[in-house]
C-alpha cells in the first residue's frame, strides 16, 4: 500500500471569512448526518484567540464535529475544522481503509485529496 492511494468517499472543502458562521451554521442545518463524506471547514480565524468554532457548528448538525489535528484519519460523515494559526500546508489525512496518508486541504483551496 502507497502513500498515493485515494481516499474512497468524497471530501468536501467549504472556505469561510470570519463572517461565514451563519452560512455554515445554515449548511449543516440543512444536512443529514449519513452524507457519505467527509467535510473540511477552513475559516479565517484568529490565530492569537482559541476558537470556538468546533462547539458553534456542533451545535448546528449532527455530524461528528472535531478539530483537525496532524496525520487524523479521515472519516467519512464527519466535519473536521482547521484550526487556527494553522498556515496553508497544514498536513496529511490517513486514509481509513489503508492507513495510507493523504494530502490534507489547504487553506488557500488547494482541496486536492
Not at 27 to 45: F, N, S, Y
Not at 54 to 77: M, Y
Request: aromatic share 4%; charged share 20%; net charge negative.
Amino acid at each position: 500500500m502507497t502513500e498515493q492511494q485515494k481516499i474512497s468517499f468524497p471530501v468536501v472543502g467549504i472556505g469561510a471569512s470570519a463572517g461565514g458562521l451563519e452560512a455554515l451554521s445554515e449548511l449543516l442545518t440543512a444536512l443529514t448526518p449519513e452524507t457519505g463524506m467527509a467535510w473540511i471547514v477552513v475559516q479565517h480565524l484568529d490565530p492569537t484567540h482559541q476558537s470556538m468554532l468546533v462547539e458553534l457548528l456542533g451545535a448546528k448538525t449532527r455530524l461528528a464535529v472535531s478539530e483537525a489535528h496532524d496525520c487524523e484519519q479521515i472519516l467519512p460523515d464527519h466535519l473536521y475544522v482547521i484550526p487556527p494559526n494553522c498556515d496553508d500546508d497544514v498536513g496529511r489525512w490517513k486514509s481509513p481503509s489503508t492507513g495510507a496518508r493523504q494530502r490534507r486541504a489547504a487553506a488557500h483551496g488547494d482541496l486536492r485529496h
